[in-house]
């Protein structure tokens, strides 16, 4: 059903309200799914009235994932590292769930916003705090949070899927099922984890993975660091 049109005189546009009402638009449809007509039905504008205040559709998007993450609050300085990218993991994956598309946007663009650079330095600073080169620590950050973003959007993607598709990885189970066990033992084996595995599960194994590779990166540096006389 279509969501009858506000009575009454339309509120006068600027630049905070077109970005909040996108980012709202966001939440209910997904990124690639905003636009300037749905924009414009919303604030009973017309699209031509936008572009004085945020510019074409692709400075749109900018903005919103920018006020998107102006949402996103980095967790207490004082964590150890391991500690700290757990938390920025759980909370960035909160709010890529909540806003269905803006994964994908970091995954083209890179960290191309303001919050998303601040997460960026606060990241490498911490890491290289902890003992790991300045290169290195930008290695890992890119690891990390690509590996986070792809998981969020495949979450995002299957809680999207309509009430009728077929369960996410129907293909797969069945490819995998027609496969004799005998000679492709390793595929029954993973088949039967992954059959009984949720969502959530996985999430919090393969961030255990990261976060295990990265201790051990911590730990190889702080092994060579001079021990003092």
Request: glycine residues 6%.
């Amino acid at each position: 059903m279509k969501t009858p049109k506000p009575r009454g005189r339309p509120p006068r546009l600027s630049g905070p309200l077109v970005i909040e009402t996108a980012a709202k638009l966001v939440r209910e449809n997904g990124l690639r799914n905003l636009s300037m007509r749905a924009l414009a039905d919303r604030l009973g504008a017309t699209p031509m009235a936008f572009y004085h205040h945020v510019g074409d559709r692709d400075a749109l998007v900018a903005h919103v994932v920018e006020h998107i993450f102006e949402q996103l609050v980095l967790p207490d300085a004082s964590l150890a590292p391991l500690d700290w990218l757990r938390e920025v993991a759980t909370r960035v994956r909160a709010l890529g769930l909540e806003h269905r598309g803006v994964m994908d946007f970091l995954l083209e663009e890179g960290p191309a916003v303001h919050g998303a650079l601040v997460v960026l330095d606060r990241t490498v600073t911490k890491l290289h705090e902890a003992g790991v080169p300045w290169h290195e620590a930008g290695d890992l950050h890119n690891t990390f949070f690509s590996w986070l973003a792809g998981t969020i959007r495949r979450q995002e993607q299957w809680a999207a899927r309509q009430e009728d598709a077929p369960p996410p990885l129907q293909r797969f189970h069945a490819a995998a099922l027609a496969l004799p066990a005998k000679d492709y033992p390793g595929v029954a084996q993973t088949l039967t984890r992954m059959r009984t595995l949720d969502v959530e599960a996985e999430f919090q194994n393969s961030l255990d993975f990261m976060l295990e590779g990265i201790g051990r990166r911590l730990e190889q540096h702080h092994a060579r660091k001079p021990r003092g006389r």
